[in-house]
C-alpha cells in the first residue's frame, strides 16, 4: 500500500535555531496529517494536526505547512530548545469507503531531532 | 488530557507462554489501536476496534489477538509467544464521533521474548 516517508532521518540543529522536518506522502486521498513527538522511553505525543482544506496552520513555536501539489508535509518548530530533541512523526489518515476510517493512521518512519546547546 | 495506561510498561516472558497487554482509556473513545514499534520499520497496525466487542486486523496480525469486553479497555493477546514479537508495544485510542481527531498514545510496553 502507498505509505508515508521522510527525507532525512536525522536533524542537528543549535539551540535557538529554527528547525524544519519534512516528510512525503504518496496518497493523494488522505485528508488528515499530524506530526508527533516521541521522546526516549515515552509513547508518541501530539504536536499539530492539519486537514487537507488546510495549508498552513500555527501552533505554539510550531507551524505545519500541507503542500497537496506535491504531496509535501512539514513541520517547523521556532527557536529549538534541548527539550525539542526527539523522534518526529508524520501520519496521515485516508478516509475509508462510505466516508468511515476509524482513524486509521500511516506513519512515517520518523527524524531524529537533536538540539545542542 | 486524555490518559492511555498501559498496565507494564517492561514485560519478558518465555516462547510459548500466552502474553496479555492491557490497555485503558479514560476519556470515552470509541477507537483503540496496537502497534508495534521496531527500530527502522516504524509504528506497524497489529488490531484495532472502533466499538465493544468489535476488531479489525491491522497490517501485520499473524500471532496475535485482541479482546474489547469493555469501551475503555483493550486488551492484545499473543498465543503463544515468540522471539520474533519482542518489541515495543503501544495502545492508541481517539474519538469516532467528532471529525478529524489524532490518535493519543500510551507509553509503551516493552516486550521481550526469551
Known amino acids: 500500500g502507498e505509505s508515508v516517508g521522510l527525507h532525512l532521518p536525522t536533524l542537528s540543529v543549535q539551540e535557538g535555531d529554527n528547525s524544519i522536518i519534512n516528510c512525503a506522502y504518496s496518497?493523494?486521498?488522505?485528508?488528515?496529517f499530524i506530526w508527533y513527538k516521541q521522546e526516549s522511553g515515552k509513547g508518541p505525543q501530539f504536536i499539530i494536526d492539519?486537514?487537507?482544506?488546510?495549508d498552513k496552520r500555527q501552533g505554539q513555536r510550531v507551524t505545519v505547512l500541507l503542500n497537496k501539489t506535491v504531496k509535501h508535509l512539514s513541520l517547523q518548530i521556532a527557536a529549538t530548545q534541548p527539550g525539542d530533541s526527539a523522534v518526529y512523526f508524520c501520519a496521515e489518515n485516508m478516509r475509508g469507503a462510505g466516508g468511515t476510517s476509524y482513524g486509521k493512521l500511516t506513519f512515517g518512519q520518523g527524524t531524529i531531532l537533536t538540539v545542542h546547546p | 488530557d486524555v490518559k492511555v495506561t498501559q498496565s507494564s510498561r517492561y514485560l519478558v516472558k518465555r516462547t510459548g507462554e500466552k502474553v496479555f497487554l492491557e490497555c485503558v482509556q479514560d476519556?470515552?473513545?470509541?477507537?483503540m489501536f496496537w502497534y508495534r514499534q521496531d527500530p527502522g520499520l516504524g509504528l506497524r497496525l497489529i488490531y484495532f476496534s472502533y466499538d465493544v466487542k468489535m476488531k479489525e486486523k491491522g497490517d501485520i496480525p499473524e500471532g496475535y489477538s485482541v479482546s474489547r469486553e469493555k469501551k475503555e479497555r483493550f486488551s492484545l493477546i499473543l498465543e503463544s509467544a515468540s522471539t520474533n514479537q519482542t518489541s515495543m508495544y503501544l495502545c492508541?485510542?481517539?474519538?469516532?464521533?467528532?471529525?478529524?481527531?489524532?490518535?493519543?498514545f500510551g507509553d509503551g510496553t516493552r516486550l521481550s521474548i526469551l
Open positions: 492539519i486537514r487537507s482544506n488546510m
Open positions: 492508541a485510542s481517539s474519538p469516532r464521533y467528532r471529525g478529524r481527531q489524532p490518535q493519543h
Open positions: 496518497n493523494s486521498a488522505s485528508d488528515y
Open positions: 476519556m470515552d473513545h470509541e477507537n
